[in-house]
């Protein structure tokens, strides 16, 4: 249990650290002035990291539950699959759904895309490379995380 919420919080952190670096570069800043009307003018960074710690501990319950069945024999392999799952899922569908609704750059939904896929991918490797499957342990058929 102590692995699986370092690891979660680690994953949180890095969840965060990414979204920073990826949208407050210089040619994020220039993509996403399509969202100027909309956008905040500021960001409560508690709640910012809040948020990520919180989704830094879903994915690594996610990872866990779903390690058997993750392609590969490696954590790497696992991990990626799982990242490379998550971005569909949390981006693929995002972007998609903007494309069809909102009258958004092509270059903006693509770096969007391609942002997404490399943090998506991170994340995974990093919870294929630490959580490992030792740590899950059935219980009267409760999975449970040790």
């Known amino acids: ?5 370092i690891v979660s919080i680690f994953g949180g952190l890095l969840f ?3 979204d920073a670096v990826i949208n407050n570069n210089s040619l994020a800043l220039k993509l996403f002035q399509v969202y100027q009307p909309i956008a905040k003018t500021s ?3 508690l709640a910012g990291i809040s948020i990520d710690i919180f989704f830094g501990l879903v994915m690594a319950g996610l990872f ?4 058997k069945k993750l392609p590969g024999q490696s954590g790497f392999v696992k991990g990626l699959s799982f990242g490379l799952m998550a971005w569909f899922f949390r981006v693929v569908m995002q972007t998609a759904s903007s494309w069809m609704m909102f009258n958004i750059p092509g270059d903006t939904l693509i ?3 391609l942002t997404g896929l490399v943090e ?3 994340i995974g490797i990093f919870l294929g490379l630490t959580l490992k499957p030792k740590a899950i ?7 449970q995380v040790f």
């Open 43 to 45: 960001v409560n960074s």
């Open 111 to 113: 770096y969007g895309l």
């Open 137 to 143: 342990a059935v219980y009267k058929g409760r999975s």
């Open 120 to 122: 998506m991918a991170v």
């Open 1 to 5: 249990m102590l692995r699986y919420l």
């Open 64 to 67: 866990i539950q779903l390690h």
């Open 16 to 18: 965060g650290v990414m």
